[in-house]
């Protein structure tokens, strides 16, 4: 029999009317060890036996049930068989085929290599294909048939195994796969066509019943490739945090960052935890009213003001290009402004604080924006107006005096593009006018407004870099009359202090110009990189930036030291400012050795002060560089000559806008010393800036260790459930004051103090919202340091247990996926302050990197059998399922965040594959659950590519992670080995 065929050793058991054990155990023996009977195509060629005649072979069909019983033969192969069959006309064929499906169709597995598994997967989209064209057969013949009892019943009969088929979670993501897997989705182009094909009959079926359940197949055939659709939102929660918090943080700290890192933070925010539409717009406006309200006066008002009238809009005209559903986003933006206007106290008090209409201004700058229809515009301004006539007012004559910001910052935005296009003009030709311009600009609060609105709509840059252009024009010039000199000086001097001032308000990288233009740095940008104090710079007052020429410092300090007046003709005013330092140190040594008496030092000091304020910016930062050097006892008359310098002169022949002037001046050399003052505990008197304190400065307690300030803080936060801006600026001083390790490390010991579920949820909102300070940092240290720390020791695990390893479970996860994220697209840290960081450590030991072995590191990870244990090349790496897509996609392992992500899943895989399971196994999984809840449909290359395919086998063991739909999301489907080992771990379920 050996030398038998298999079609002829069927045959000869029909004859002979073997039953089907017999027939089994003889055709066993006549095949060589070691061929499988799929390899023998043995369900083909019984189908193809059985079906001859116009009904089916009943013995051989036997034979076929048995092999599918015994395993003799594959379900992919039967299945592939059963779809070669076309001759739908013979019912008692297509209904013996039906009861075969019946068998297996929905308990289909297979736990063999992984290409068997694929194999069942292209088998089973062959099925449904051959499954949709049988049904359609038999609705076309309905429209014919005379017996209608009959071909109602055959048709039911094929309904109901589509129905079995596609009603399995399982088969439906193993037709994904399969679907998948095919460049042009040729295949599954068919399967469309025939549903259409199928939908086009149905009007035909006298049974609603029969018409309803196809409907539903249908509906199932189209929802395959959106198995990884978006999930439900949270309906059940009205108080989001994390969105207050970051645009809390946004409006506090970063006015001058562009609007899309931010339009994608929150988006990311709102995918994260699911949050509706008007909820997530309600809570952005709930947070700008907040911060309006509770802004420190002066120019931190004017900033809140301008992001929330220009800034906000603006974001979201963005968020309305992204995806929404099925709603529109102007609904859910009139939606929004609904329920904002129950907040009926929240809208009196900031229309209190700010003297107008604060909600009728949004809607109508949202108007504008086409955020909102007239119809809804008018109905929302209305319903504002009625509420209004109830509110408490002020007195009238408190009102009178002041002047609402929102209105100005409004008028203020078209006067920046003006402004930008009368700076754009020759400077040489019309000094006067643009002098006069400027001179508008100092009036009052008008450079603050301006700044703020240029700031709030990412026009400051620009508007900086015309003032440095400026500056640069007036340094010299030859040839020049006494008018034109003294304007000259203005221009220098006005064009300096408004960006020195622009520098201490918004950050000196707004003024450093790209490194794409080539050519000589600009005076200022020289003069603010290496001479200007800010916060947390230190500076050594014997650089070499304050030693100019020496003859030149004699000519000043002779030129301070007499009683002529300063001649404006030809002087280098960059070359003054350069000098001023080296002068004063010399003036200051005279002093201090009773060379010069304390009226000649007044003199000198009104000479400085005199004529162009930004003398006496220059020499006061190296007075504070200076004092930061001296002990406290040698302080007295380096403090005597600031303040010497920073007291106004009041005279007559003093060059045009000097009231003006010494207001910016007075302000620039406040914020100058104040870490100096504050070190000597000294008071200085600042009179044209007022007696308001700078803004958000001192305020850690003196005497009180920073991390018990950091524990209050955050315990405060917990009980409130929301973070104002004085926190935000505690928690920045705190990063940079105890560094980046010690600040995450405090923070998560108290999210796993935390017991409450409720809490452990809001504590985790905050969390993620302070890390946005520096979130890449924070990240890297968070899931290198930190995170392996706690999962690798034994007497650690007790802390992750639920809720709070849960919770850290879903914060690490946000902090990967945003960090992830804005890394990917190239966008630099969002909060990248103007302090110095420390560097953290140095990721390339994390991750080992070997190119010229590439698979020495897999080797360790490697837990399949199949795979040899040994990869010899590169080409090889390709079938090991111990790799990771970001290794077949060739991400950059170089890059700190993609080391220490490989890093972090090279440990959770070798925790799920460890002999011993605990709190830390349970952590892995949440981690895991959190990455699916948080996956954006269908985006490729997030987190989970530096997944190891091997992980996936390990993690289906896991009970909660057991699903078709999670293998589906944790698996890159994008590439051949992504698909294999999805259809091995879903085969296997």
Same mark, same amino acid.
């Given at each position: 029999?050996?030398?038998?065929?298999?079609?002829?050793?069927?045959?000869?058991?029909?004859?002979?009317?073997?039953?089907?054990?017999?027939?089994?155990?003889?055709?066993?023996?006549?095949?060589?060890?070691?061929?499988?009977?799929?390899?023998?195509?043995?369900?083909?060629?019984?189908?193809?036996?059985?079906?001859?005649?116009?009904?089916?072979?009943?013995?051989?069909?036997?034979?076929?049930?048995?092999?599918?019983?015994?395993?003799?033969?594959?379900?992919?192969?039967?299945?592939?068989?059963?779809?070669?069959?076309?001759?739908?006309?013979?019912?008692?064929?297509?209904?013996?085929?039906?009861?075969?499906?019946?068998?297996?169709?929905?308990?289909?597995?297979?736990?063999?290599?992984?290409?068997?598994?694929?194999?069942?997967?292209?088998?089973?989209?062959?099925?449904?294909?051959?499954?949709?064209?049988?049904?359609?057969?038999?609705?076309?013949?309905?429209?014919?048939?005379?017996?209608?009892?009959?071909?109602?019943?055959?048709?039911?009969?094929?309904?109901?195994?589509?129905?079995?088929?596609?009603?399995?979670?399982?088969?439906?993501?193993?037709?994904?796969?399969?679907?998948?897997?095919?460049?042009?989705?040729?295949?599954?182009?068919?399967?469309? +066509? &025939?549903?259409?094909?199928?939908? %086009?009959?149905? =009007? #035909?079926?006298?049974?609603? /019943? $029969?018409?309803?359940?196809?409907?539903?197949?249908?509906?199932?055939?189209?929802?395959?490739?959106?198995?990884?659709?978006?999930?439900?939102?949270?309906?059940?929660?009205?108080?989001?945090?994390?969105?207050?918090?970051?645009?809390?943080?946004?409006?506090?700290?970063?006015?001058?960052?562009?609007?899309?890192?931010?339009?994608?933070?929150?988006?990311?925010?709102?995918?994260?935890?699911?949050?509706?539409?008007?909820?997530?717009?309600?809570?952005?406006?709930?947070?700008?009213?907040?911060?309006?309200?509770?802004?420190?006066?002066?120019?931190?008002?004017?900033?809140?003001?301008?992001?929330?009238?220009?800034?906000?809009?603006?974001?979201?005209?963005?968020?309305?290009?992204?995806? +929404? &559903?099925?709603?529109?986003?102007? %609904?859910?933006? =009139? #939606?929004?402004?609904?329920? /904002? $206007?129950?907040?009926?106290?929240?809208?009196?008090?900031?229309?209190?604080?700010?003297?107008?209409?604060?909600?009728?201004?949004?809607?109508?700058?949202?108007?504008?924006?086409?955020?909102?229809?007239?119809?809804?515009?008018?109905?929302?301004?209305?319903?504002?107006?009625?509420?209004?006539?109830?509110?408490?007012?002020?007195?009238?004559?408190?009102?009178?005096?002041?002047?609402?910001?929102?209105?100005?910052?409004?008028?203020?935005?078209?006067?920046?593009?003006?402004?930008?296009?009368?700076?754009?003009?020759?400077?040489?030709?019309?000094?006067?006018?643009?002098?006069?311009?400027?001179?508008?600009?100092?009036?009052?609060?008008?450079?603050?407004?301006?700044?703020?609105?240029?700031?709030?709509?990412?026009?400051?840059?620009?508007?900086?870099?015309?003032?440095?252009?400026?500056?640069?024009?007036?340094?010299?010039?030859?040839?020049?009359?006494?008018?034109?000199?003294?304007?000259?000086?203005?221009?220098?001097?006005?064009?300096?202090?408004?960006?020195?001032?622009?520098?201490?308000?918004?950050?000196?990288?707004?003024?450093?110009?790209?490194?794409?233009?080539?050519?000589?740095?600009?005076?200022?940008?020289?003069?603010?990189?290496?001479?200007?104090?800010?916060?947390?710079?230190?500076?050594?007052?014997?650089?070499?930036?304050?030693?100019?020429?020496?003859?030149?410092?004699?000519?000043?300090?002779?030129?301070?030291?007499?009683?002529?007046?300063?001649?404006?003709?030809?002087?280098?005013?960059?070359?003054?400012?350069?000098?001023?330092?080296?002068?004063?140190?010399?003036?200051?040594?005279?002093?201090?050795?009773?060379?010069?008496?304390?009226?000649?030092?007044?003199?000198?000091?009104?000479?400085?002060?005199?004529?162009?304020?930004?003398?006496?910016?220059?020499?006061?930062?190296?007075?504070?560089?200076?004092?930061?050097?001296?002990?406290?006892?040698?302080?007295?008359?380096?403090?005597?000559?600031?303040?010497?310098?920073?007291?106004?002169?009041?005279?007559?022949?003093?060059?045009?806008?000097?009231?003006?002037?010494?207001?910016?001046?007075?302000?620039?050399?406040?914020?100058?010393?104040?870490?100096?003052?504050?070190?000597?505990?000294?008071?200085?008197?600042?009179?044209?800036?007022?007696?308001?304190?700078?803004?958000?400065?001192?305020?850690?307690?003196?005497?009180?260790?920073?991390?018990?300030?950091?524990?209050?803080?955050?315990?405060?936060?917990?009980?409130?459930?929301?973070?104002?801006?004085?926190?935000?600026?505690?928690?920045?001083?705190?990063?940079?004051?105890?560094?980046?390790?010690?600040?995450?490390?405090?923070?998560?010991?108290?999210?796993?103090?935390?017991?409450?579920?409720?809490?452990?949820?809001?504590?985790?909102?905050?969390?993620?919202?302070?890390?946005?300070?520096?979130?890449?940092?924070?990240?890297?240290?968070?899931?290198?340091?930190?995170?392996?720390?706690?999962?690798?020791?034994?007497?650690?695990?007790?802390?992750?247990?639920?809720?709070?390893?849960?919770?850290?479970?879903?914060?690490?996860?946000?902090?990967?996926?945003?960090?992830?994220?804005?890394?990917?697209?190239?966008?630099?840290?969002?909060?990248?302050?103007?302090?110095?960081?420390?560097?953290?450590?140095?990721?390339?030991?994390?991750?080992?990197?070997?190119?010229?072995?590439?698979?020495?590191?897999?080797?360790?990870?490697?837990?399949?059998?199949?795979?040899?244990?040994?990869?010899?090349?590169?080409?090889?790496?390709?079938?090991?399922?111990?790799?990771?897509?970001?290794?077949?996609?060739?991400?950059?392992?170089?890059?700190?965040?993609?080391?220490?992500?490989?890093?972090?899943?090279?440990?959770?895989?070798?925790?799920?594959?460890?002999?011993?399971?605990?709190?830390?196994?349970?952590?892995?999984?949440?981690?895991?659950?959190?990455?699916?809840?948080?996956?954006?449909?269908?985006?490729?290359?997030?987190?989970?590519?530096?997944?190891?395919?091997?992980?996936?086998?390990?993690?289906?063991?896991?009970?909660?992670?057991?699903?078709?739909?999670?293998?589906?999301?944790?698996?890159?489907?994008?590439?051949?080995?992504?698909?294999?080992?999805?259809?091995?771990?879903?085969?296997?379920?």
């Amino acid at each position: 029999m050996k030398d038998v065929t298999l079609k002829q050793a069927i045959l000869l058991a029909w004859r002979e009317r073997w039953s089907d054990y017999q027939w089994a155990i003889n055709i066993k023996k006549s095949f060589s060890k070691g061929a499988t009977m799929d390899q023998q195509n043995l369900a083909d060629v019984l189908l193809e036996q059985a079906l001859i005649g116009p009904s089916p072979n009943p013995l051989l069909m036997s034979y076929l049930t048995y092999a599918i019983s015994s395993q003799m033969v594959s379900y992919a192969s039967v299945l592939t068989a059963i779809s070669k069959f076309n001759d739908f006309s013979r019912e008692l064929c297509v209904k013996s085929l039906l009861e075969i499906l019946d068998m297996f169709c929905d308990k289909l597995s297979c736990h063999g290599k992984a290409e068997e598994c694929f194999s069942l997967c292209r088998a089973l989209i062959n099925t449904l294909f051959w499954m949709l064209r049988c049904t359609s057969f038999y609705v076309e013949n309905f429209k014919e048939a005379v017996d209608l009892l009959a071909a109602e019943n055959q048709l039911s009969m094929c309904v109901d195994r589509l129905e079995r088929i596609l009603s399995s979670t399982k088969n439906r993501a193993l037709i994904h796969i399969a679907r998948m897997d095919e460049p042009d989705f040729s295949l599954w182009s068919s399967v469309e +066509q &025939g549903v259409v094909k199928l939908a %086009e009959n149905l =009007n #035909s079926l006298t049974s609603q /019943l $029969l018409r309803t359940r196809i409907e539903e197949c249908i509906s199932l055939v189209n929802s395959i490739p959106l198995m990884l659709s978006l999930h439900q939102e949270q309906l059940s929660r009205t108080q989001f945090p994390t969105v207050h918090a970051v645009i809390m943080l946004e409006g506090t700290m970063n006015l001058t960052g562009e609007v899309q890192p931010l339009v994608e933070q929150l988006t990311m925010i709102k995918r994260m935890q699911r949050i509706p539409s008007p909820l997530f717009v309600l809570e952005i406006w709930k947070a700008c009213f907040v911060g309006l309200i509770e802004s420190p006066e002066g120019t931190e008002e004017l900033k809140w003001t301008a992001f929330t009238f220009l800034k906000i809009p603006q974001v979201l005209v963005r968020l309305k290009k992204y995806p +929404q &559903g099925d709603r529109e986003f102007s %609904e859910d933006v =009139n #939606s929004a402004f609904e329920y /904002l $206007l129950k907040l009926t106290p929240l809208l009196d008090k900031a229309d209190q604080r700010c003297n107008c209409d604060c909600m009728g201004l949004l809607l109508q700058e949202c108007g504008k924006q086409g955020l909102l229809s007239e119809v809804n515009l008018k109905n929302l301004l209305d319903k504002r107006n009625m509420d209004r006539e109830q509110a408490p007012r002020l007195k009238s004559s408190e009102n009178a005096n002041i002047q609402p910001n929102p209105g100005l910052i409004l008028r203020a935005e078209p006067t920046v593009t003006n402004i930008l296009k009368t700076m754009d003009a020759d400077h040489s030709k019309s000094p006067e006018g643009i002098l006069g311009v400027l001179g508008h600009m100092l009036s009052g609060k008008s450079l603050d407004l301006l700044l703020a609105a240029a700031a709030a709509t990412g026009k400051l840059k620009s508007f900086a870099q015309k003032f440095v252009k400026l500056n640069e024009f007036t340094k010299y010039n030859s040839g020049e009359g006494s008018k034109a000199a003294s304007v000259r000086a203005l221009l220098f001097d006005i064009s300096f202090l408004m960006l020195c001032h622009v520098a201490q308000t918004y950050g000196s990288e707004v003024i450093i110009s790209d490194l794409s233009t080539t050519g000589e740095v600009p005076f200022f940008e020289t003069w603010m990189q290496t001479c200007m104090p800010e916060e947390g710079k230190i500076l050594n007052p014997d650089h070499p930036c304050f030693r100019p020429d020496s003859t030149k410092v004699e000519a000043l300090v002779t030129l301070l030291n007499s009683t002529l007046e300063m001649k404006l003709v030809q002087v280098k005013w960059h070359e003054v400012c350069l000098s001023i330092s080296a002068a004063i140190l010399e003036i200051l040594n005279a002093w201090e050795n009773g060379v010069l008496p304390f009226e000649a030092i007044q003199k000198i000091t009104d000479n400085i002060k005199g004529k162009v304020c930004s003398m006496a910016v220059c020499a006061v930062a190296w007075l504070v560089a200076h004092v930061r050097m001296l002990g406290l006892d040698e302080r007295e008359k380096s403090l005597l000559m600031i303040k010497q310098l920073a007291s106004p002169l009041y005279g007559e022949n003093l060059l045009q806008f000097y009231s003006e002037r010494v207001v910016i001046m007075s302000s620039i050399l406040e914020q100058m010393c104040a870490d100096v003052l504050q070190q000597t505990a000294t008071q200085l008197k600042f009179p044209s800036t007022g007696m308001d304190p700078i803004p958000y400065r001192n305020l850690l307690p003196s005497k009180k260790p920073i991390r018990e300030v950091l524990l209050a803080t955050f315990s405060d936060l917990l009980e409130k459930g929301w973070v104002n801006s004085r926190s935000i600026h505690v928690f920045d001083t705190l990063l940079h004051m105890g560094g980046v390790y010690w600040f995450v490390n405090n923070l998560v010991k108290e999210l796993l103090k935390e017991t409450r579920k409720d809490y452990t949820l809001r504590a985790v909102e905050l969390s993620y919202a302070i890390f946005c300070l520096d979130m890449h940092q924070i990240t890297l240290t968070l899931l290198g340091h930190i995170l392996p720390g706690l999962l690798t020791n034994s007497s650690k695990w007790e802390m992750l247990m639920d809720p709070p390893g849960r919770a850290l479970a879903k914060l690490s996860v946000w902090c990967a996926l945003s960090s992830y994220s804005t890394h990917s697209k190239g966008q630099a840290s969002v909060k990248q302050r103007k302090r110095h960081r420390e560097d953290i450590e140095d990721y390339s030991s994390l991750f080992p990197l070997d190119d010229t072995q590439p698979s020495k590191l897999m080797r360790l990870l490697s837990s399949n059998e199949e795979e040899p244990a040994i990869l010899s090349s590169p080409s090889d790496r390709s079938m090991s399922s111990s790799l990771s897509a970001s290794q077949l996609h060739t991400v950059n392992m170089r890059d700190p965040l993609n080391r220490v992500l490989a890093n972090l899943f090279l440990l959770i895989s070798s925790i799920l594959s460890a002999k011993t399971a605990g709190p830390h196994t349970q952590f892995v999984q949440w981690f895991m659950e959190e990455c699916v809840e948080c996956l954006e449909q269908g985006s490729r290359g997030g987190i989970l590519q530096f997944m190891p395919f091997a992980m996936v086998s390990e993690l289906v063991k896991l009970s909660a992670m057991s699903s078709p739909k999670i293998v589906l999301a944790i698996t890159d489907l994008s590439l051949p080995l992504g698909r294999r080992v999805a259809a091995k771990a879903i085969a296997a379920l």
